[in-house]
């Protein structure tokens, strides 16, 4: 069992920039994945980048370039630092991590951007 916990969402206006933080109960090196998943409103949940045990990153074509995704496997945690937010990237922010036959989720962390 694996609890994630995330941290970080803030209101910000657009243009602005965000550092979310997710921190797991036990070490992230036996996660073969974690990522970040954005749900709006009345939306479905997205995926927003993952990262793998080697550190190899995927992001959403919406957030390429303006978005990057960290681990700090020391402390057990995944970073995703946004920048040049903009307003439809509103929504609760989920960790996600993936092992081989298992997925966990977070409770999330609701960021707002004002435009």
């Known amino acids: 069992q694996v609890q994630l916990v995330e941290s970080g969402g803030v209101l910000v206006q657009a243009g602005g920039s965000l550092r979310l933080s997710c921190v797991a109960s036990s070490s992230t090196l036996f996660i073969n994945s974690i990522g970040w998943y954005r749900q709006a409103p009345g939306k479905q949940r997205d995926m927003v980048a993952t990262?793998?045990?080697?550190?190899?990153?995927n992001y959403a074509d919406s957030g390429k370039g303006r978005f990057t995704i960290s681990r700090d496997d020391a402390k057990n945690t995944v970073y995703l630092q946004m920048n040049t937010l903009k307003p439809d990237e509103t929504g609760v922010y989920y960790c996600?991590?993936?092992?081989?036959?298992?997925?966990?989720w977070g409770q999330g962390t609701q960021v707002t951007v004002s435009s």
């Open positions: 996600n991590a993936q092992q081989i036959s298992t997925e966990y």
């Open positions: 990262i793998t045990l080697d550190s190899h990153a």
